[in-house]
């Protein structure tokens, strides 16, 4: 199962920043941490990953606390249409990519 | 950019009946997942596969599922005799590699009702 643990649900207003955290604190070293989103019932979307830097991309910030345990998902200006479950995966390394989906965090982007 | 397709987008079947169901995954892509969600629950991995063979399996992948590659582009879940139980999204995947610094691209699912 994932190990990582997320708030159920937040609100955001549309045109701010959303900050979604995230607990990993069974993460090892050498274990990246994946974002990924699903947006009711359509396929689960990549965000963004890590491993020790924070990483910037079109979609989002990744912020990775130093001792790795926790992150941080911005979205800069939330719309309407990032309304979606946001799940963080500890990396599962099974020797093969599998992505292991938790319960994620509800955001709902309110007008 | 490139995606994963996936058809039908729905399917309905008898229980005891075969169904299979079908991806055409990214094209220079090696490695194929499937997964399913039952209404309401979490995503959950079935099977991963990877140069005509099957890499990784859950649980839930039983004898009465199978995946296969027949051709160069497709590839598809088997469920042999499906049950109640089966109804659920089922959503495809493909990675270009293996590695762990990689990310998967999902189809947008096959929602197959059995009744």
């Known amino acids: 199962d994932a190990k990582t643990t997320q708030p159920p649900s937040m609100d955001c207003a549309e045109g701010r920043a959303a900050n979604l955290p995230c607990n990993h604190s069974?993460?090892?070293?050498?274990?990246?941490v994946y974002w990924y989103r699903q947006i009711h019932s359509q396929g689960p979307q990549y965000i963004i990953h890590g491993l020790k830097n924070n990483e910037t991309n079109e979609m989002a910030s990744l912020i990775i606390t130093e001792d790795r345990k926790s992150s941080t998902l911005i979205l800069p200006h939330a719309t309407l249409r990032d309304t979606a479950v946001y799940y963080c995966?500890?990396?599962?390394?099974?020797?093969?990519?599998?992505?292991?989906f938790g319960t994620g965090t509800k955001l709902q982007v309110i007008p | 950019e490139p995606e994963v397709t996936q058809t039908p987008s729905h399917q309905v079947t008898q229980m005891g009946q075969e169904v299979i169901l079908r991806c055409v995954p990214i094209?220079?892509?090696?490695?194929f997942y499937w997964y399913r969600q039952i209404l309401g629950q979490k995503v959950e991995f079935l099977v991963s596969f990877y140069n005509n063979e099957i890499s990784e399996k859950s649980e839930i992948f039983d004898d009465q599922f199978s995946v296969e590659r027949p051709d160069g582009s497709n590839f598809t879940l088997k469920i042999r005799s499906t049950k109640l139980e089966d109804s659920a999204m089922y959503f495809c995947a493909s990675s270009e590699w293996g590695d762990r610094n990689e990310k998967l691209f999902f189809g947008s699912g096959t929602q197959l009702s059995v009744l």
């Open positions: 094209s220079n892509h090696l490695y």
């Open positions: 995966i500890d990396e599962n390394s099974g020797g093969y990519q599998k992505v292991t």
């Open positions: 069974t993460i090892s070293g050498n274990e990246y």
